[in-house]
């Protein structure tokens, strides 16, 4: 299980993290929210938020079910509201540099010569 923090504030899980776009150091997860969330959701304004039904944050800390942090360019989180009782939230983390891609995904790399 992997964690999700907003300033210090564990704001949810990622129970498997999966490669999404290779080269450019791309994967993404589904994110599961703490009780910590609904106090983020109220007072942290999400970064996107044009339609009703898609809510985008970033500003996002991942840490690994080890410890160690995961450096990357971004890690954004998608809110999405199927209907009045489902939401579904994905988490895309961009650019990732450390530790390294393959480090993290040993098989992606076969991913690429497909």
């Known amino acids: 299980m992997h964690l999700l923090f907003h300033e210090n504030i564990h704001v ?18 589904d994110f599961k929210p703490t009780e910590h969330f609904v106090e983020f959701e109220r007072s942290v304004p999400p970064y996107w938020d044009n339609e009703v039904d898609h809510r985008i944050w970033n500003g996002f800390k991942l840490v690994l079910q080890n410890g160690k942090n995961v450096h990357s360019s971004g890690a954004v989180l998608h809110c999405i509201r199927i209907d009045q009782d489902n939401i579904e939230y994905l988490l895309s983390v961009l650019g990732i540099f450390d530790p390294p891609y393959e480090e993290l995904f040993p098989s992606a790399d076969e991913d690429l010569d497909d």
């Open 12 to 29: 949810g899980s990622i129970s498997v993290l999966r490669p999404s776009d290779v080269s450019m150091g791309c994967a993404e997860g």
